[in-house]
């Protein structure tokens, strides 16, 4: 419903999935405007597109995005916090706690989350692209047949008198 190009949607959705996959939490939706005001001039992408995508990660899925990112991590780099720690680590009431949550992460997880998220972020938004820009392209092509086979009318009375009207008859 975005109104855009498909390129600049799926691109805003494929900046916004990258971000989402970073160990940012709370500070994404801020990364994707002060981006789009580094680089919007010379790429332009849908910001709502991207500021809807960072929602990926969530209260509901930080931890297990998160702890994946961090496990994909130890692959390249040596790492031993388990999910139940990355389960205490973010959980926070306040903005206070939330802060000390984000040092925490950074200081529990560090490199390994960072590598992770990093590969994680690069594949998942590598696939996000071609993905948009496809189901937009679907999408569009089945609006554009819709609209073309309905007729169009000036305005809602028009196409209300051109319902066909059904009567009944009494016969005596």
């Not at 040596?78 to 706690?97: K, N, P, R, W």
């Amino acid at each position: 419903m975005l109104d855009d190009s498909a390129h600049s949607i799926a691109l805003g959705t494929t900046i916004g999935m990258f971000i989402g996959m970073t160990p940012t939490v709370g500070c994404q939706m801020a990364l994707v405007i002060l981006l789009h005001g580094l680089i919007g001039r010379y790429m332009s992408f849908n910001r709502v597109a991207a500021l809807i995508t960072v929602y990926v990660t969530n209260p509901l899925t930080t931890v297990p995005i998160y702890y994946f990112n961090y496990k994909v991590g130890t692959l390249f780099v040596e790492g031993s916090v388990s999910y139940a720690e990355f389960e205490q680590i973010l959980h926070y009431d306040s903005f206070a706690t939330w802060w000390t949550s984000v040092v925490q992460l950074f200081v529990n997880g560090g490199f390994p989350l960072l590598i992770g998220s990093l590969i994680v972020g690069v594949i998942c938004s590598a696939v996000t692209y071609p993905t948009m820009r496809w189901l937009l392209k679907s999408v569009s092509s089945t609006q554009v047949a819709v609209e073309t086979t309905r007729p169009k009318f000036a305005n809602a009375e028009a196409e209300k008198s051109a319902e066909p009207k059904m009567t009944v008859e009494q016969t005596s």
